[in-house]
């Protein structure tokens, strides 16, 4: 089982980044899948949620309206577009799949700072 995040990297406040989490080894679509942050000095934090058939999505409060989760199961891969970055995003980000079973991704870098 394998999860890969990328397209993390560093931005200037108020840009964008485009997050992408690829699954194998497990039935994808049969997971929710979810992306977390954890920032240093914090504990980690769920920042989007989306059902196995993404009819479903939930955001925390702090990127409601900045970011978007999707994902697409033909591809086994689950997205988070992430606008009007700020500096309190900076973070790792990890994807996590859950069902009968849950998995970690590694995690990517997003660093905010101009």
């Known amino acids: 089982v394998q999860l890969v995040e990328s397209g993390g990297g560093l931005v200037q406040p108020g840009g964008s980044l485009r997050l992408s989490c690829a699954g194998s080894g497990f039935t994808f679509s049969n997971y929710g899948m979810s992306w977390y942050r954890q920032a240093p000095g914090k504990e980690r934090e769920k920042v989007a949620g989306?059902?196995?058939?993404?009819?479903?999505?939930n955001y925390a409060d702090s990127v409601k309206g900045r970011f978007t989760i999707s994902r697409d199961n033909a591809k086994n891969t689950v997205y988070l577009q992430m606008n009007r970055l700020e500096p309190e995003d900076t973070a790792v980000y990890y994807c996590?799949?859950?069902?009968?079973?849950?998995?970690w991704g590694q995690g990517t870098q997003v660093t905010v700072s101009s």
């Open positions: 989306i059902s196995n058939d993404g009819r479903n999505t």
């Open positions: 996590y799949a859950v069902s009968f079973w849950r998995y």
